[in-house]
């Protein structure tokens, strides 16, 4: 994946991820002025490379950006382009080979792999491209599967919630 090398632009060639903003989605929530001013997920320069053999290939480069409470972002790009690994970078999921990220206010690079767990786990949802489900579970019983770590109250009917909201309430 490259990136334009002029420093005026930070927009990615064709090959690359982009990042569209939606502000228009229904379910954006008011945010506070004070807090609206700290992005949920901020990441500067980050870059992602992998050594293979003796071949090293750069998968991210010097990519930035922050996402405010509420907003919707989209991750477009070819296949290969690099969309799951900068997903995963995010999310805590993977580390990066150089930038920062900073995620509610945590700086991942400050977090073991418990702190990271423990952050995702409270405060980041996934649908994953092959969507990790157990086949012998309903719908409602793999939804409600990572919550027996940490359970909350009325987990249940929200998932239920969500599920029939999204047309899946009977599977």
């Not at 420093?7 to 228009?24: F, G, I, L």
């Not at 990519?63 to 995963?88: D, N, P, Q, R, W």
């Not at 970078?89 to 418990?114: K, W």
């Amino acid at each position: 994946m490259s990136y334009s090398s002029d420093p005026t632009s930070n927009m990615p060639t064709e090959d690359a991820p982009t990042r569209q903003p939606s502000t228009d989605t229904p379910q954006a929530k008011k945010v506070p002025h004070e807090a609206a001013s700290q992005p949920v997920l901020k990441a500067e320069k980050l870059a992602k490379r992998v050594i293979s053999g003796e071949r090293t290939l750069t998968i991210l480069h010097d990519l930035s950006l922050s996402v405010a409470a509420g907003e919707s972002v989209a991750i477009l790009g070819k296949s290969g382009a690099g969309k799951s690994t900068l997903l995963g970078l995010l999310a805590g999921l993977d580390t990066p080979s150089d930038g920062e990220l900073t995620l509610f206010g945590h700086a991942l690079s400050r977090l073991d792999e418990d702190g990271r767990a423990a952050l995702r786990a409270g405060r980041v949802g996934f649908v994953f491209q092959n969507f990790q489900l157990l086949p012998t579970l309903s719908a409602l019983e793999n939804v409600l599967l990572p919550l027996e770590l940490s359970p909350r109250a009325g987990e249940t009917r929200t998932a239920q919630q969500w599920l029939e909201r999204v047309g899946l309430g009977e599977r």
